[in-house]
């Protein structure tokens, strides 16, 4: 269900500052709401080229994937790209990318609670339109973390707290250039993923959450396994406190480990995003079930996102087609032990041991 997040305080702590969100519950079913809820994530979310089909159709690109996206308690993704028609280029480069503010309200309808904006193309238009991002998301209550006018503001959390009580915190870095794109202190941008950002931010935020998720804008382009420096970085996050690390920036699809009591998913690749070509085709939905005593699994959705085919609207994969997915995910995940069964045409890991 579409979930509206309320605004509640912003606070500061040890220099950090903190935003307060609260997922409401429904009030109809307050004394008997369910024990599990899911937090949901997927993978890049760019509307550059495509945002006058959006703007004609806010529902447009859910249509085929939205009976799972609004049941989850948090939906996230990352939002790769500025959301604003104003600005200029902050530096060259091959790809420069924006969409027009109002396809916020598109996000909206699919029901996403929070966004990612640490990546290498949300200052592609410089500081003005990364404030017009921020006031786009802000205007359809769409949480966002992992940028920022300063190095402070972009290492902010977003702390939210579920209908049962379930206290998460959101935190987002990029390890990708250009350079000029990461945060100072007196310099607009994203925080850097280093281990002297992230690790003390997490352990903060878990002082004041249950649970902490990471996000890295990571690695390169295309590449199906990951770096040794982001298994290491992502390792260093849980062993620091996070529960989960979710990887972007590949556009196609890395592997998944469950290291100790936490899952890193090292990339879940495109999801609705504007470009054309056969070799960005699988996706997934990562559906993490969680309850108070922590995350009990994974639920993987193969998805569909060659846009020669689905016209940027993400599909199911049904049939051989998903399994071909999840079997591309187990040889990806080999190298982490991972064991990824299939009950129809989902995959499940189990995290809880």
Not at 70 to 90: C, D, F, K
Not at 188 to 206: L, M, Q
Not at 221 to 244: H, M, T, V, W
Not at 322 to 337: C, I, W
Request: one cysteine or more.
């Amino acid at each position: 269900m579409k979930k509206t997040i309320f605004l509640i305080f912003i606070s500061i702590i040890i220099l950090i500052p903190i935003t307060a969100y609260s997922l409401p519950s429904d009030s109809s079913l307050a004394n008997d709401s369910p024990k599990v809820e899911t937090l949901a994530a997927v993978g890049d979310l760019s509307f550059s080229g495509i945002d006058g089909i959006i703007l004609k159709d806010l529902e447009y690109p859910w249509g085929g994937v939205k009976e799972i996206l609004q049941t989850a308690t948090i939906l996230m993704g990352n939002q790769e790209i500025p959301l604003s028609t104003r600005g200029s280029i902050y530096t060259k480069k091959k790809w420069l990318l924006r969409a027009h503010p109002d396809t916020a309200k598109s996000l909206a309808a699919a029901g996403f609670d929070i966004v990612t904006l640490a990546n290498n193309h949300i200052l592609d238009y410089g500081p003005i339109a990364l404030q017009d991002t921020m006031a786009a998301l802000d205007s359809v209550n769409i949480a966002h973390t992992g940028a920022g006018m300063n190095l402070d503001e972009a290492r902010k959390p977003v702390i939210m707290t579920t209908p049962e009580g379930i206290k998460f915190a959101f935190l987002a870095y990029s390890l990708v250039y250009p350079e000029l794109f990461w945060a100072s202190k007196s310099r607009p941008g994203t925080p850097y993923g280093s281990p002297e950002y992230f690790i003390p931010d997490i352990k903060k935020a878990k002082t004041m959450a249950d649970h902490v998720i990471v996000s890295f804008h990571w690695s390169a382009e295309l590449l199906f396994y990951p770096k040794d420096y982001q298994k290491i970085n992502g390792r260093k996050c849980i062993d620091a406190g996070a529960s989960i690390v979710i990887g972007h920036h590949p556009h196609v699809l890395q592997g998944i480990e469950v290291y100790k009591n936490g899952l890193i998913a090292y990339s879940l690749g495109n999801f609705v995003f504007g470009s054309r070509h056969a070799h960005l085709k699988d996706s997934i939905i990562l559906a993490l079930e969680y309850d108070h005593a922590g995350f009990i699994q994974a639920k993987i959705y193969p998805i569909n996102v060659n846009n020669l085919e689905v016209e940027y609207r993400p599909q199911f994969r049904r049939g051989a087609d998903a399994e071909r997915v999840l079997n591309d995910l187990r040889t990806y995940s080999k190298q982490f032990g991972t064991e990824i069964e299939s009950q129809g045409e989902i995959g499940i890991i189990n995290i809880r041991k």
